[in-house]
């Protein structure tokens, strides 16, 4: 059945790369030409071709600012395309008219919101360079690193004055949260819902947002209570923290502008080390396995992987993939035999991508891919999703009826309104998505194709578990369905927003 499972997962990826279509608009300083974010997929938001997407300065006089003083840059991220294994970026830069020394001045790492469609604004204080420039540039770039997708610009023009008292220098005022939230017991549980399996445990990494810099390793019981077990200098999808961000950006402004050549953005090294969202196994010691970004560039795919101690917190492993040909993984699976199974999308010329499975195995203490070739018709056998009214983000198989299950909101277009979550049935002899339960009333809920547990359907009781973040609140709850007897469990009230690759594991 293991050729099966993974079968599914070819087809949905396949699908994903019909239609990339992300976008970037830049409110302050307004871009060039016209913008509408009045919705999501705007063709304002929609321009190619560095370093302005194609668009040509507009008419003087040019918006007048002050060397060396805090300026606000706004923009909105019009169309999500956040890529699992390789999450892209968005960035602000400046530079004199008709030149490349890019400076940057604000960096945001991509989300994962897990739809498109999500209009989101970004917005930073920057420093203007403390030059005499008559006609410079800002460019807002969004990277997001989607096969078959080309960099998203915008630009604006700027005359800069130079001030004769010289540079400000930014004062910071982040505030360091030193524990987790405590958890209060203000939902009670309906009695016609069976109580959470006390046996059970889910493990993920949390981070606070206002402690980026240090990554636990917890335990989320199924009513929801957080346990940290395990600290390590990590971060989740995170590029630097605020605080370090700003001083990076600092230590590039010093000297002259001519200067900034050699420390521009594309050629730094700024700290970038995080877990990927998204990308998570349990192997047979029961063990967190996950690959993480080293200390390089955003542009370079993570090459490492990191298994954790369940049990300890310890970390058992972290070794550089050998044999890693610059492909980002977006997806790995164990075999429950030290090795694991990847998955990846690799350039074809001009016929569009390949789907490459490869296999991760221990050789004298280091990790090698070896990689299996495009040609899966050797060991995989294809059929296509029937998703016409059914979206999901992740599927679970079951042993016991050798079929797949998941929570689905609905379609994309009902999902993020009027979201109802049904237990899906997905069988991977023919592709055919048929609904099992209905009874999660969409007001309730908010709409979101997040929430999903790895290993997340336990093969002793039959229980899926989900996590729903309910509407008009932080708050979230654990939910398990009974694939069998649709019989249903709900936690407490909890908030796990910063959980990250939350897995299900027995204690």
């Known amino acids: 059945m293991v050729g099966l499972r993974f079968s599914v997962f070819v087809?949905?990826?396949?699908?994903?790369?019909?239609?990339?279509?992300c976008h970037l608009c830049m409110m302050s300083p307004v871009q060039r030409g016209d913008m509408d974010i009045s919705k999501g997929g705007s063709d304002t938001c929609f321009r190619h071709g560095a370093p302005c997407g194609g668009t040509e300065p507009g008419s003087t006089p040019f918006e007048s600012v002050v060397g060396g003083k805090q300026y606000f840059v706004k923009w909105q991220q019009n169309f999500n395309h956040y890529t699992v294994g390789y999450p892209g970026y968005m960035d602000i830069a400046i530079a004199p008219v008709d030149s490349d020394d890019w400076q940057l001045l604000a960096f945001a790492p991509d989300e994962y919101v897990y739809a498109?469609?999500?209009?989101?604004?970004?917005?930073s204080f920057v420093v203007i360079p403390n030059i005499n420039c008559p006609h410079c540039v800002v460019r807002a770039r969004y990277n997001s690193h989607k096969p078959g997708e080309d960099i998203f610009y915008q630009c604006a023009d700027?005359?800069?004055?130079?001030s004769e008292y010289g540079d400000d220098e930014p004062t910071y005022n982040i505030v360091r949260q030193k524990h987790y939230h405590e958890f209060t017991n203000t939902l009670k549980v309906a009695s016609s819902m069976s109580a959470p399996d006390s046996d059970l445990v889910m493990r993920g990494f949390a981070y606070s947002p206002f402690d980026d810099d240090t990554l636990y390793i917890v335990k989320v019981n199924m009513n929801g209570e957080v346990t940290p077990f395990?600290?390590?200098?990590?971060?989740?999808?995170?590029?630097?923290d605020s605080k370090q961000?700003?001083?990076?950006?600092?230590r590039k402004r010093k000297g002259s502008y001519k200067k900034a050549k050699s420390r521009r953005f594309e050629d730094s090294t700024v700290d970038r080390m995080f877990i990927l969202d998204s990308v998570a196994t349990v192997n047979e010691n029961n063990n967190l396995v996950t690959l993480y970004h080293p200390d390089v560039s955003m542009d370079i795919p993570a090459n490492w992987i990191v298994e954790f101690d369940s049990q300890t917190g310890q970390m058992v492993h972290n070794t550089e993939i050998k044999g890693f040909l610059g492909e980002p993984i977006s997806a790995i699976i164990s075999n429950n035999d030290g090795t694991y199974i990847t998955f990846s999308m690799q350039k074809n010329g001009t016929a569009g991508y390949n789907f490459v499975v490869g296999?991760?195995?221990m050789d004298n203490g280091n990790f090698t891919l070896h990689l299996q070739g495009t040609d899966t018709s050797k060991f995989l056998a294809q059929v296509e999703l029937q998703v016409e009214q059914f979206a999901f983000m992740n599927m679970h198989y079951y042993a016991k009826t050798g079929k797949f299950y998941a929570l689905s909101p609905?379609?994309?277009?009902?999902a993020k309104y009027r979201p109802y979550w049904q237990l899906i049935e997905i069988n991977p002899m023919n592709g055919t998505v048929t609904p099992l339960w209905l009874n999660m009333r969409y007001y309730l809920w908010k709409g979101t194709f997040g929430g999903s547990v790895f290993h997340g359907l336990d093969q002793k009781s039959g229980m899926l578990y989900h996590v729903l973040p309910m509407l008009e609140t932080e708050a979230d709850v654990i939910i398990g369905v009974n694939v069998n007897t649709k019989n249903v469990t709900v936690s407490q009230i909890t908030n796990i927003k910063y959980v990250y690759n939350l897995a299900l594991t027995r204690n």
């Open 11 to 21: 087809c949905v990826l396949l699908e994903v790369l019909q239609d990339v279509r």
């Open 230 to 240: 395990g600290k390590f200098s990590f971060k989740v999808n995170f590029g630097v």
């Open 359 to 361: 296999q991760l195995y």
């Open 410 to 414: 609905g379609m994309f277009f009902m």
């Open 158 to 162: 700027l005359e800069i004055k130079k």
């Open 245 to 250: 961000r700003l001083e990076n950006v600092q």
């Open 116 to 123: 498109q469609d999500n209009q989101q604004n970004y917005s």
